[in-house]
């Protein structure tokens, strides 16, 4: 089966995120008010074959610990949605 | 009221994803198969102060218009949750 993939990820908590302050204080430059912890992370999509829901989360957990995500710094959260055949 | 944001910041369709294409080259190199269509994107979260949560939405869309997204080769998405006052 086809699944539709989404992997996103964040800055842990407590560890400085420059590019989350960077936009903080362009935005408050700009002109807008009321922003607090503004953090920036990524977001990987992608098509991934796999036999069940299940086994498409563990791949993408793997890619995570190997490629993806620095465990020391960010977090993921996954997210999967079958698509067909 | 404060709101807790998520902005979605993807490549467009069709537009050349060379981050994306890297991830992908990388994870077949490390060995996962049955992967396709990898694109990466960014993810702004934030708290933000307004009135309402229609209001809320109206100044993301204006910060991504603004310095978050480029119009030309990406698109954006927001989600925006109440989290008190």
């Not at 996103?8 to 903080?24: C, F, H, M, S, Y």
């Not at 204080?25 to 002109?31: D, I």
């Not at 992370?41 to 992608?46: F, H, L, T």
Request: glycine share 8%; charged share 30%.
């Amino acid at each position: 089966m086809i699944f539709q993939a989404e992997v996103l990820i964040t800055p842990r908590e407590g560890v400085l995120d420059t590019q989350g302050k960077a936009v903080e204080k362009t935005l408050t430059h700009l002109g807008y008010k009321g922003i607090d912890e503004v953090r920036v992370g990524k977001i990987v999509k992608m098509k991934l074959e796999a036999d069940t829901e299940h086994e498409a989360v563990k791949i993408l957990e793997s890619m995570c610990s190997d490629l993806l995500c620095n465990d020391l710094i960010e977090t993921f959260s996954i997210s999967v949605k079958e698509t067909g055949r």
